[in-house]
């Protein structure tokens, strides 16, 4: 199995970025892929998550109506939309898959994922 993070980067605040992550070798057809991230000094915390079953997806209140979650099943991965950056944003972002779809509690579970990409790092800065 191998999970993919790819288009971090630095950006000015107020800019945009996509971050891809491409999942392959999965030994099962449902499955959730979640966003996670985590900045210097702070807990992990979930961004967004989406069930492959029925493209359903879930924020933190902290991302909702900045961030947009996609994903293209064919090819196995998810796409993360991010506007309007702020300086707050700056992480690691890494994500993770889960077996089956994205649980109530999924931003408090990322124990739960099997599989994780290696991260990708956003800056947001002046």
């Known amino acids: 199995v191998q999970v993919v993070e790819s288009g971090g980067g630095l950006v000015q605040p107020g800019r945009s970025l996509r971050l891809s992550c491409a999942a392959s070798?999965?030994?099962?057809?449902?499955?959730?892929i979640a966003w996670f991230r985590q900045a210097p000094g702070k807990e992990r915390e979930g961004v967004s998550c989406i069930s492959r079953s029925d493209g359903s997806t879930h924020y933190a209140d902290f991302v909702k109506s900045r961030f947009t979650m996609s994903s293209d099943n064919a090819k196995n991965t998810v796409y993360l939309q991010m506007n309007n950056l702020k300086a707050e944003d700056t992480a690691v972002y890494s994500c993770?898959?889960?077996?089956?779809?994205?649980?109530?509690?999924?931003?408090?579970?990322?124990?739960?994922?099997?599989?994780w990409g290696q991260g990708t790092q956003v800056t947001v800065s002046s």
């Open positions: 993770a898959v889960d077996f089956g779809p994205c649980t109530d509690y999924w931003d408090q579970e990322a124990y739960d994922f099997d599989y």
């Open positions: 070798g999965l030994p099962f057809d449902d499955y959730a």
